[in-house]
């Protein structure tokens, strides 16, 4: 008896001392105040930024390589500038490999079209990681061990920390189209606001203009100049020694003579490596992706690094005659909390409108994937900054609480938009759940100098949330 | 038996495992620790600061508005740019509603002087809060459904989250004074550092000439120009679908010919949506208010946001003969957490004195509330950066490390500081619990040239502890 | 048995409520996560940093003080700006003090000579730290209470917070000869990316020229220009008064006429008041270091500070044949969580070679303490930038994320890094536990467009680990 008192003395003490720990904790792990006290860890502007006039910008420059294509955004415009943020595509052919690199800054990739495998090299994982070469049919009994290979497809979001090595392959029959968002004023980068690739094989074309011009260097890069990858730059012998290798294949390290640039064509064996290539049959691969959503089996090396949000049964909001909205955010896809960015993926049908919001905590980097859409931007002097068109290869940078409306064209609209904060939190202005509804009648009615009735009527008028139906407006005098 | 066993020994592991878990922890939960390892997430300037010459500085502009009238620190001085910090004051008479609006940086709001109600619209409590309306007249069975309203009186600091629209109302017999402060070098503010001030309705004029004037445009801002709120820049047909509104509701939104500029006078029966009116008889209203202090009941919605320091009885350090001091940190108002911020409030009583000390991680930005002092301040090559007098309505901003000093004139003395760090530390250089009485008597003497016996008087001679009682000097050669 | 039942459920529940809590936690507190997520918190610079001339550098200028002599690195190079860190060596004679003082951002120190005892005014320890003073011989009865007194000896490492005073003192034979790292960057420093040093007493030369300079003052400061400390600039009756002394008193505060500058001689019985000479016989001190390793004992105010990662026996990686590398951490040194900076400390042997590696998330900033060595590091554009040797007494800075390589001339190298992150990940580029042991055959031969033969010997060919054995290579030509 005593001792089962003693027992449940313990059990009780050990009970709410689990409580109080996690009260202590609350704020640090939920919703907003996550948000505000741990998340937003980024640097700003140094100078103030100039964003009266917002610009849908298209892709500067085109580097084409042996299979594929990467098309770059000007680096050094107002907006990308002031919001620390760049934009990159690839296209890569079928049997396309785009080369292992990293980069001094997170990124988050989309995945527009096709469907293909990757390598990312995390640190914290210096045992490889095995796969089973089952099907390996050349190499005998040789076992290859390597790092795991991840799968991805259509509606992808994927993760790249900063400093961390990748490779990316189409294994599919289509090209396979990403979008490459990189937040270069987040934390990890110490260096400065520019994005600076550091490729392992190949000798690709400088993309990194930008940065170099900024340093105002007399020696003047040329568009198309040459690069180097890390190896490029260091004494032969030393190469040799580090990894007792010849001289020739020193030379092949250091990509000399290397025109293919960063997009390569594989050779006939290469997917003889690669297991389960009947990924399209099934839904998840046994050996490559059993990424277990259970906490407990989880460890540093099988973190997901992806999270599909193109898929309409994902999204977060749906309106069937307006179109939907899908987050990838920090509760979907935890290892976002480590490079500090999330994703929403929206989709508006034809003519239909998203309300009036702004974003509370975060900038957004909009890239139309499909359509056009009106596009209207407000900043805190009450000035449009932006009010056009928005086509399908554009990109939009909205910075921090400044306030957008979109609405659709007849063809629709559907964007990928990356936002600087992994927990970013919308507010919406208009509608079911907005600012209007939490503000007390005699508020509105004093603020807006309108009746009592006028202000029930603006607060309740529009009954639909986020994504407004086409066509209701009572008042349109188009 | 072995059943208890097994019990016994899961309850144990439980214990220990909780154990480690809280002492793998206590670097983030505690004094000092906590404010070097979470709290400190600003950003410095990234110029040399120019710092030899402080200046106790006046509001540089004064806008008058319908019922009150604003008047606004230069943004563009060197200590505010150097600090990344912001100031503003508002006077609201009675009946005076500050318009709603949000800032993309946290701001802090000591109330000088008055009483009022305000409302704060927090994200992440998408469902409205529901007050009970049984004492209202006019709207018969109506029940509205807004945001929770908020009781402030003088004394109390309050916080707003950047991006976190707020109304301000002055609900009691005289003028509302209150000191707003603006950390805009905060992580919470991704886009420059300088303070953008979104309104939700009116016209207001622009009072953000700073930023304006910093971004060297062509184009002339004459002081006084009137600018908009967050809607005014939008198309009318956009706001009609979006609201569901007609186009006269519209204009109304948009602010057009409002010239009432951000306080404006409420009608008669503005009053009538707001319960609780004898707020003045009770310590707390039971409906309005019910902010409890126990961890299991809050959730984020109902989270404090203000903490009252002007009451003696609250204060931290108080000296009968020299004065007070009241701290508002993380560890009393943890919503200070989320915005890295924290504030001071002291009175000296005439010509006492404060300890020499210095702000270990933060700096401060103190504003007289009454009465004047003398100040000094000294920076890293111990030359004087401030000497002079401190009055009423004035600010000064002192760096963090740079040692300050203060002797109340012969009226006394009140302030309050600002710190840039949820958990401000300050050393104290002279009395009990001070950096001298921290050093062995034997490098004391070695480092100032002095006997042992020196040594001793110079640590132990003053036994006050930060505020010293006036007119104890026996050295005072004035 | 229901009740046992329920213990039994609550036991269980409380099991998984723990574990739970620590799943939900681990990205915060283990290797590479907690390193992206919590702990890279450092300004970056706010232009392009041009890095493609790295220097190996030394000391730019000589402060010569009574007791020894301090060595400062040129604060304003562009190495030094971009990563915002700073060096400097201080050499402290027998029966020297470096006064006490503290700087707006944090440091680390590495001690490459000598044994000393220093106070570090731990904020947050307001009450006084109690020595057991039985061995005083002057004072009679009287018993001095103070902070506590650290030892440390030739190897360690120690920490100083940013505006946390510390002195130091060599209590050995020989010089004491230590190397000041200063994260100038760092989110601790809320002024500007410049060190400032703040001294409790004494008068000593202006080291901050940079600083000064780059504040454009048409004032000139002629190097060699006298300084004051923290007391130097307030009015002698604000001193009289707070420290309740006389004028003669406050003159030795204000260290007018000290000439000694920032190290001075100590009187004969100065130990006196240091308990516990014979550290040399003892590893450790009973009463003044008994800093426990147990967490549970352990608070605030006896957090270890220090640790020695001079010794064989502490490395991380050893070769018998090519050297060592010891690592201090937040693992090992958990206080350099607070600080977000950890140390590395290399040897290696005659032609011994360091493995080419980059670091993830940090700057590096290598000073040689012995030997010399040749360097190569290239940047993201394959170019070397840098490519010498470097000498004992020189310092390279090495950016994030730049590939380096290292081999040891015929006297060997020797060299403490200290990088900007308290969990500096290093990714190797060859032999054991590389990058290149994580990519597939099929990838590494696509890459290089090489045979799977020599992919294979790419990957396997160096058997050996961080550092390489001299003298192994197969293909060397010189």
Redo the contacts between chains.
């Keep these: 008896m005593p001792?089962?008192s003693l027992?449940?003395f313990?059990?009780?003490?050990?009970?709410i001392?689990?409580?109080?720990?996690?009260?202590?904790?609350f704020?640090w792990?939920?919703?907003?105040?996550g948000s505000?006290?741990r998340q937003?860890?980024?640097?700003?502007?140094?100078?103030?930024?100039?964003?009266?006039n917002l610009r849908a910008q298209e892709a500067a420059r085109r580097i084409d390589a042996e299979a594929g294509c990467t098309e770059i955004w000007d680096q050094n415009n107002e907006e990308f500038q002031?919001?620390g943020v760049n934009m990159v595509r690839h296209t890569i052919r079928p049997r396309g490999?785009l080369?292992?690199g990293?980069t001094?800054a997170?990124k988050l990739i989309f995945v527009v079209q096709g469907t293909g495998i990757r390598?990312v090299?995390?640190?914290?994982c210096?045992?490889?990681?095995q796969t089973d070469l089952r099907r390996s049919q050349?190499?005998g009994s040789f076992r290859?061990?390597?790092?795991k290979?991840r799968q991805f497809r259509e509606g992808d979001l994927l993760v790249v920390?900063?400093?961390?090595?990748h490779?990316m392959?189409n294994r599919g029959q289509s090209d396979l189209i990403l979008i490459v968002f990189v937040d270069t004023r987040n934390?990890?980068?110490?260096?400065?606001?520019?994005a600076?690739?550091?490729?392992?094989?190949?000798?690709p074309e400088?993309m990194?203009r930008g940065?170099r011009e900024?340093?105002g260097?007399s020696r003047s890069v040329s568009t198309g100049e040459k690069?180097?990858?890390?190896?490029?730059?260091?004494?032969?012998?030393?190469?040799?020694?580090?990894?007792?290798?010849?001289?020739g294949?020193?030379r092949?390290?250091?990509?000399e003579d290397?025109e293919r640039d960063r997009i390569?064509l594989?050779?006939e064996?290469?997917?003889?490596?690669?297991p389960e290539r009947d990924d399209q049959e099934r839904s998840r691969g046994r050996y490559i992706e059993s990424e277990s959503e259970n906490?407990?089996e989880e460890t540093?090396c099988t973190?997901r690094l992806k999270h599909n949000i193109g898929r309409s049964e994902h999204a977060d909001v749906f309106n069937p005659r307006g179109g939907r909205i899908s987050t990838a955010n920090f509760h979907n896809l935890?290892?976002l909390?480590?490079?500090?960015l999330s994703a929403e993926r929206g989709v508006l049908y034809s003519n239909a409108?998203s309300?009036?919001h702004?974003?509370?905590?975060?900038?957004t980097l909009a890239y139309a994937t499909r359509g056009s859409a009106r596009v209207?931007v407000?900043?805190?002097?009450?000035?449009?900054?932006f009010?056009g068109e928005v086509r399908e290869g554009q990109v939009l940078m909205i910075?921090?609480?400044f306030?957008v409306?979109t609405?659709a064209s007849d063809r629709g609209f559907e964007w990928i938009a990356f936002k600087?904060n992994d927990n970013a939190?919308t507010?919406l202005?208009?509608?079911r759940?907005s600012?209007?509804?939490?503000?007390?009648?005699?508020?509105l009615s004093?603020?807006?100098?309108?009746s009592?009735e006028?202000a029930q009527?603006?607060k309740y008028?529009?009954p639909e949330m986020r994504v407004?139906s086409p066509g209701?407006?009572?008042?349109?005098?188009?």
């Excluded at 001392?17 to 904790?25: I, R, W």
């Excluded at 004093?446 to 309108?450: A, E, G, L, V």
Aim: include cysteine.
């Design positions: 001792r089962s027992l449940a313990l059990c009780l003490a050990v009970f001392n689990a409580c109080l720990a996690q009260t202590d904790q704020p792990s939920w919703g907003f105040q505000e006290a937003q860890h980024r640097f700003h502007s140094p100078k103030a930024c100039r964003l009266e002031c919001a490999l080369l292992p990293f001094n997170p390598g090299a995390m640190p914290g210096p045992e490889t990681y050349s190499a290859d061990e390597h790092q290979i920390p900063a400093g961390v090595s490779w392959y934390v990890a980068n110490q260096i400065d606001p520019f600076r690739k550091f490729y392992l094989a190949g000798r400088m990194e940065a900024a340093e260097r690069s180097g990858n890390m190896f490029s730059g260091f004494a032969d012998e030393f190469l040799e020694e580090a990894f007792q290798v010849d001289s294949l020193v092949r390290l250091k990509g290397d390569v594989v050779d064996d290469f997917d003889v490596l690669m906490g407990f540093v973190l935890p290892f909390r480590q490079v500090r409108m309300a009036p702004y974003t509370v905590n975060a900038h209207q407000v900043d805190n002097f009450g000035q449009s900054v009010d910075p921090q609480n306030v409306m609405r600087t939190i507010n202005l208009a509608g759940v600012q209007m509804r939490l503000l007390p009648v005699g508020v004093n603020m807006y100098r309108i009592r006028e009527r603006l008028g529009q407004f209701r407006s009572q008042g349109r005098r188009e």
